[in-house]
């Protein structure tokens, strides 16, 4: 007599096999998802490069502000890309959606001028000792010069953009523009001689070696030069206990002050080679 179905032990044998399959393929295709939406990260990374370099050569060789204000607004560097990208979602990390409200948190900020709102989400935080500001003519009064290309010592190893995190409802100061480790415990990065790539979080400090760059004791201003933990000009903070922060919750809530031991968590921003460690504030 022929068998025409499978006995209910054989099912289960099955859908044993099926799941066992399952929980070891799934955690492979999240991988390969990450490592997709890695690349476009990647590629997103270089073209904002190419789009800063590009805007360097129309600009008498001078890197464009991280922000400023006219008499209406609040223009970041995001606006000022804009127009040589032609495609604002490009600001936006495909594994960071939607990413940062920036007029939200520029309205949060308290800034006395709202976002020009050319966008309106990003994913990539701007190195701001390297990109310039201005806000005098308001109450804030304080600014950091522009940066030529020339005085980059080593564009190879100076940030311009990064994944990053804005806390919310905090000072638009550079120890709240934190890095994001989003992708696979790492942070994909762009320079100033226009090529992007991966950092996994602990080897950061490795970009611009304080052997290579020691950092100066003064900063360009006069003052003490403001760094974390171990004077590297981009670090992060390794604690004992703290371990890496890499979700918006985190970050959000983690602690992260203007220098020392204990801050900034991190902090990609200043230009080796220089006094310049951070958005070194100066008197209008």
């Known amino acids: 007599m022929n068998r025409k179905g499978f006995t209910l032990i054989e099912l289960l044998v099955v859908i044993a096999i099926i799941a066992i399959l399952a929980a070891i393929l799934f955690p492979v ?17 270089k073209q904002i490069a190419t789009s800063v370099l590009m805007y360097i050569q129309d600009y008498d060789e001078t890197f464009p502000m991280s922000a400023y204000f006219t008499t209406q607004n609040l223009v970041a560097i995001y606006d000022v890309l804009a127009p040589y990208i032609k495609n604002t979602d490009i600001f936006v990390c495909p594994s960071y959606r939607p990413g940062i409200d920036w007029p ?35 109450n804030i009064q304080k600014r950091t010069p522009v940066t030529k290309i020339a005085a980059v010592e080593s564009p ?7 994944d990053g995190y804005l806390k919310n409802n905090a000072a638009l100061e550079y120890f709240n523009f934190l890095a994001f480790a989003r992708h696979k415990e790492g942070v994909v990065i762009n320079f100033a001689d226009g090529h992007a790539k991966w950092f996994r979080w602990n080897g950061i400090k490795n970009i611009a070696p304080r052997e290579q760059f020691p950092t100066p004791a003064t900063a360009y201003n006069g003052q003490a030069t403001r760094v974390g933990a171990n004077n590297f000009y981009y670090n992060w903070r390794e604690n004992p206990g703290e371990g890496l922060i890499a979700t918006e919750a985190g970050l959000q ?10 801050g ?21």
């Open 104 to 138: 939200q948190r520029v309205q949060a900020a308290n800034s006395p001028r709202p976002a020009l709102g050319t966008f309106r989400y990003v994913g990539y935080i701007p190195n701001l000792g390297l990109f310039a500001e201005n806000f005098c003519g308001l």
């Open 156 to 162: 190879v190893n100076t940030i311009m953009l990064f």
């Open 264 to 284: 900034p968590y991190n902090d990609l921003h200043g230009v080796p080679g220089t006094g310049i460690t951070d958005s070194e504030d100066t008197g209008c």
């Open 253 to 262: 809530a983690v602690t992260s002050t203007p220098s020392g031991v204990n």
């Open 29 to 45: 295709f999240a991988q390969a998802r990450e490592s997709a939406r890695q690349t476009s990260c990647t590629n997103n990374q």
